[in-house]
């Protein structure tokens, strides 16, 4: 089922998150079913479980490659329950976001370039991945909405805020997260 998507400013949006305790229940294969459904459903690139007024440590993220977005390298299908991130060194990278949850806006928020991330998946099966750029920045970007965070929080310039139109008039945006 397509579920609504909460916008900034919703104070469920600043909640901290609760760890999954049970993996393989149909109540956790329906919140996923949902959430996938509804990144799709808004072409987005990932989606965190509160976005829809879950307060679970569940996100999903994906990117196929895309002529569109010749700058953000393809991210496998995912799902990470209950995730812990790793920056792997202190290294920084500025890159434009976009959120579902603030549609219509793009702004440049500093990332750790190099990050491992570790969890579990549906089943409960833990696992683990070290990587880098887009891949990490979708990551760090879900993984702070499980701590209430939204990126414009993390944006240093505001002067590099804005609407996703103005923006990139050509499109070439990459999808919200
Ligand atoms: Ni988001």
Redesign the pocket.
Known sequence: MIRAVLRMGDPRLLLRAEPVQAFGTAELAALLSDMRETMVHLD?A???AP?IGVGLRVVIFGLQSNPRYPDAEPVPDTVLINPVLEPMDDELEDGW??????PGMRGVVPRYKHLRYSGCDEQGRRFSREVSGFHARVVQ??C??LDGI??PMRIRDLARFGFTDVLFPDGSATP??
Do not use: I, W
């Open positions: 987005g990932g989606l965190a976005q976001e976009g959120c579902l949850s603030v970007h879900e702070d909405h939204l990126y919200d997260d």
